[in-house]
């Protein structure tokens, strides 16, 4: 499976711990406290979810309470690369005695910030098959070698199916719920202001582009993929920024991705692809150093291939956990492919900025592979590791950082 990333265990599972809020509530009820169960949920409706915790002695953690109110079967925590099948007791919530409450707290990294869905299984019927999607994506999971055991992908995967967001916390990105911890960085660059600029959306050959254009004149261009994801975003990113001075005005082309198969084909580093992005699309006549190509995941493999590619258009790229895992190969020698193309042909962006999850195990060792033959091959390189998952609610954030880095 080629396009699947590597299935390795999580080398460090989250830690379950009690969390104060539960376990105060568990002594009202041993004690038999009147009105102790409704005055708890009265509380976490005005709090808000998840229960966040410190822990007295370990100030780089926090204790994170997942909530679920209501009869179930069982209830399962899917938290962004916190939570996955080969996990199943990390993410599985305990129910309070006899009560409607179902609790899971684990001992999370201070500085994360993440996105969730809780997916309960009703009680007293028989499981729903799993369909669609996430068929596909249980096949796909087992044909790569998941070391989770069958009967956890299946529900891992029927949890796809059935998941929600928390009804307790208001606070949402892309159909996911979103927590962060005290110490996760900022987002100032996403606060809502007045608009600055307008976006039309065009298609150019058989693909959907999305045109931003600034309310001054533009300075730069930003080559975006997989840019449905960031109609919403990207304009108040772009605007912030320029009203601060801290980057130019920038146009923006963000670039629709197909369909999976196509996207899998557009984003593994093909050369089509990237004529595209540098040929067909409207340039605004701006000089490399003034272009800029990003993109998350496979876009983020595929922004670092195209600067490296066709520098006379890009002259940076911004990567936001890349997959440069790719190909996925364990039965030969293929894999990162991208970083041994670096490292033979020594031609590298004149600048960069690449950004992981440490949550992201599967990534970390490749990324930091590609970051050494970066900065050794002379790519003028800002990287970091930020305390999250692959996952769109730290991505949104971050990605004018990295504009900001390869623009400055």
Same mark, same amino acid.
């Given at each position: 499976m080629r396009?699947? #990333?590597p299935?390795?265990p999580c080398?460090?599972?989250p830690e379950?711990?009690t969390?104060?809020?539960?376990?105060a509530?568990?002594a $009202?009820?041993?004690?038999?406290r009147a009105g102790?169960?409704d005055a708890?949920?009265?509380?976490?409706?005005?709090?808000?979810t998840?229960?966040?915790e410190?822990?007295p002695?370990d100030p780089?953690h926090h204790?994170?309470?997942?909530?679920?109110?209501?009869?179930?079967?069982?209830?399962?925590?899917?938290a962004?690369?916190?939570t996955?099948?080969?996990?199943?007791g *990390?993410?599985?919530?305990?129910?309070?005695?006899?009560? $409607?409450v179902?609790?899971r707290?684990? +001992?999370?990294?201070?500085g994360?910030?993440?996105?969730y +869905?809780?997916?309960p299984?009703? *009680?007293?019927?028989?499981?729903?098959?799993v369909?669609g999607?996430a068929?596909?994506?249980?096949?796909?999971?087992?044909a790569?070698?998941s070391?989770?055991p069958?009967?956890?992908?299946?529900?891992?995967?029927?949890?796809?199916t059935q *998941?929600?967001?928390?009804?307790?916390?208001?606070r949402?990105?892309?159909?996911?719920?979103?927590a962060?911890?005290p110490g996760?960085?900022? %987002?100032?660059?996403?606060? #809502?202001?007045?608009?600055r600029?307008r976006?039309?959306?065009?298609?150019?050959?058989?693909r959907?582009?999305?045109h931003?254009?600034?309310?001054?004149?533009?300075?730069?261009?930003?080559?975006?993929?997989?840019?449905?994801?960031w109609?919403?975003?990207?304009?108040?990113?772009?605007?912030?920024?320029?009203?601060?001075?801290?980057?130019?005005?920038?146009?923006?082309l963000l670039?629709?991705a197909g369909s999976?198969a196509?996207?899998? %084909?557009?984003?593994?580093?093909?050369?089509?692809?990237?004529?595209?992005l540098?040929d067909a699309l409207p340039?605004?006549?701006? #000089?490399?150093?003034r272009t800029?190509?990003?993109?998350?995941?496979?876009g983020?493999?595929?922004?670092?291939?195209?600067a490296?590619r066709r520098?006379?258009?890009?002259?940076?790229a911004?990567s936001?956990?890349?997959?440069?895992?790719?190909?996925? $190969?364990?039965?030969g020698?293929?894999?990162?492919?991208?970083t041994?193309?670096?490292a033979?042909?020594?031609?590298?962006?004149d600048?960069?900025?690449v950004e992981?999850?440490?949550?992201?195990?599967?990534?970390?060792?490749?990324t930091? +592979?590609l970051?050494?033959?970066?900065r050794?091959r002379?790519?003028?390189?800002t990287?970091?590791?930020?305390e999250?998952?692959?996952d769109?609610?730290?991505? +949104?954030?971050?990605? *004018?950082?990295?504009l900001?880095?390869v623009?400055?």
């Amino acid at each position: 499976m080629r396009n699947v #990333p590597p299935q390795l265990p999580c080398p460090r599972p989250p830690e379950v711990v009690t969390g104060r809020r539960v376990a105060a509530l568990a002594a $009202d009820l041993r004690a038999g406290r009147a009105g102790a169960l409704d005055a708890f949920w009265a509380e976490v409706a005005a709090r808000g979810t998840p229960l966040v915790e410190e822990i007295p002695g370990d100030p780089g953690h926090h204790a994170v309470t997942f909530l679920w109110r209501g009869a179930a079967e069982d209830v399962l925590v899917m938290a962004n690369k916190i939570t996955d099948p080969g996990m199943p007791g *990390a993410g599985l919530m305990e129910r309070l005695g006899g009560t $409607d409450v179902w609790h899971r707290t684990l +001992r999370i990294r201070s500085g994360w910030r993440g996105s969730y +869905r809780l997916a309960p299984r009703a *009680a007293g019927t028989a499981s729903p098959p799993v369909v669609g999607e996430a068929a596909r994506r249980r096949d796909a999971m087992i044909a790569a070698g998941s070391p989770a055991p069958r009967a956890a992908v299946e529900r891992w995967c029927l949890g796809l199916t059935q *998941a929600v967001t928390d009804p307790f916390n208001p606070r949402t990105v892309a159909g996911h719920s979103v927590a962060e911890l005290p110490g996760a960085p900022p %987002q100032r660059w996403l606060a #809502p202001g007045p608009l600055r600029g307008r976006t039309d959306r065009r298609t150019i050959g058989d693909r959907t582009v999305w045109h931003y254009r600034p309310d001054r004149p533009p300075e730069g261009t930003l080559v975006l993929l997989d840019g449905e994801r960031w109609l919403g975003d990207l304009p108040v990113v772009l605007g912030n920024l320029a009203a601060a001075g801290a980057v130019p005005p920038l146009s923006a082309l963000l670039v629709q991705a197909g369909s999976p198969a196509a996207r899998i %084909q557009d984003l593994t580093c093909d050369d089509d692809f990237v004529a595209f992005l540098a040929d067909a699309l409207p340039s605004g006549e701006h #000089p490399p150093a003034r272009t800029v190509v990003a993109g998350q995941s496979l876009g983020g493999l595929t922004a670092l291939y195209a600067a490296h590619r066709r520098p006379d258009r890009f002259g940076s790229a911004v990567s936001q956990s890349g997959s440069f895992w790719w190909p996925n $190969d364990p039965g030969g020698s293929g894999g990162e492919w991208l970083t041994a193309e670096l490292a033979a042909t020594g031609r590298v962006p004149d600048r960069a900025y690449v950004e992981v999850g440490t949550y992201e195990w599967a990534l970390l060792g490749s990324t930091r +592979r590609l970051r050494d033959v970066l900065r050794a091959r002379g790519c003028e390189l800002t990287y970091r590791e930020y305390e999250g998952g692959h996952d769109a609610a730290c991505w +949104r954030g971050s990605l *004018a950082e990295g504009l900001i880095a390869v623009l400055s």
